[in-house]
C-alpha cells in the first residue's frame, strides 16, 4: 500500500473544513435567536386609537398653526406698506412722474482696442481649396498641393 500523506485520524482535509463551517454556521443561528429574544421579539400592535390626539393635544395644535399664520400675516403686511410706501414716494411729485434721481447717470465711452488686424501680404497667395498661404514663387499649394488657380 502507499502512503500519499497524513490522514489527521482517518479524516482528509475537506472533511475537517466542511465540519467547522457547519459548527459556525450553528454558532451564528444560536447567536441571532438569543438576540432577537433580548429584543422582545417582532412586531407589537399599537394600542387602539393611539393615532388619534387627545383634546388638550389638538387644542396644542391648533395654537400652534393660529401663531405661525399671524406671524404670516403681520410680515405681509409689514412687506406690503413698505412697498405702498416707496409708490407714494414715487407718485408724490405729480401725477405719472416719478422721482428725479439725485446722481446723474454718466455715459459710458466705449473705447476701442484693435486685438486682432489682418492686411494682406503682397508677397504670398492664398490657396482657394484649403485657404493656405503660399509664396508668389510656387505653383502648387504647401499645404494641399493642389495646383494654384490663377483669377481671370
Partial sequence: MGYSGTTYGGADMTTIIVVL????????LIWLAVRKKDD???????????????????????????????VKRKESEEESREIGKKKAAELSYGRGMTKKK??????????SVIVYS?????????CIYCDGEN???EEYCQVCGKKRQRQK
Fill in 21 to 28: 463551517i457547519v459548527i459556525i454556521a450553528a454558532a451564528v
Fill in 135 to 137: 509664396p508668389v514663387s
Fill in 118 to 126: 489682418y492686411s494682406a501680404r503682397h508677397d504670398i497667395w492664398r
Fill in 102 to 111: 439725485t446722481e446723474r447717470t454718466k455715459e459710458k465711452k466705449w473705447e
Fill in 40 to 70: 422582545g421579539g417582532g412586531y407589537e400592535e399599537p394600542e387602539e386609537d393611539s393615532w388619534v390626539l387627545s383634546e388638550a393635544e389638538k387644542k396644542k395644535e391648533i395654537e400652534k398653526e393660529e401663531e405661525k399664520r399671524d
